[in-house]
């Protein structure tokens, strides 16, 4: 949602025009929400047709900010490392990684692979093109994907193969 000032301005305003005086548990929500995420202001109205659209219209000019910030705190994906780097720096036995936010993420280009100690390696490296996207959190890994191991909860093609099309194929030596 990118809005312009002015046209979040007078979503602002209408919202408030609708508000009535809200019930107890609508200001505790609110004040859990101004507190949590600074979306609201003390004056904003509480009622229940117009707290969310409030939320959307202050996220509108939040969203703006968080274009601004180029890597966040967020999850970083197969590049997080589950190591934390906040009270050492990260492992060496990690390779090329950084620390981000108190976590261990790999660098850009690079995502981590469970097997062993775990490392990061280049995704476009024989390692790196063994990953399925598949998943074996309850069960193991799907037969359609070829020949593959359970690794850290992900499925992996075993050694000597990788994604092809799809499905883990035998690599030509």
């Not at 280009?109 to 390696?121: L, M, Q, S, W």
Request: glycine share 10%; with cysteine.
């Amino acid at each position: 949602l990118h809005l312009s000032s002015q046209a979040a301005s007078f979503q602002l305003g209408m919202a408030k025009r609708r508000c009535q005086r809200p019930p107890v548990w609508k200001a505790l929500l609110v004040a859990v929400l101004q507190t949590a995420t600074g979306n609201l202001n003390a004056d904003d109205c509480l009622d229940a047709d117009s707290s969310l659209e409030l939320v959307q219209v202050r996220a509108g000019y939040k969203n703006v900010e968080l274009q601004q910030v180029e890597d966040g705190s967020e999850w970083q994906g197969v590049r997080e490392t589950g190591t934390t780097c906040m009270f050492h720096n990260c492992p060496t036995r990690l390779g090329e990684v950084e620390c981000h936010h108190w976590r261990c993420v790999c660098h850009k280009g690079f995502r981590y692979y469970p097997v062993g100690d775990g490392t990061c390696v280049a995704e476009e490296s024989p390692q790196g093109r063994q990953f399925t996207n598949g998943t074996c959190f309850i069960s193991s890994c799907p037969r359609k994907l070829g020949f593959t191991r359970c690794v850290g909860h992900e499925c992996l093609c075993l050694d000597g193969h990788e994604v092809q099309g799809g499905v883990c194929a035998k690599v030509p030596r």
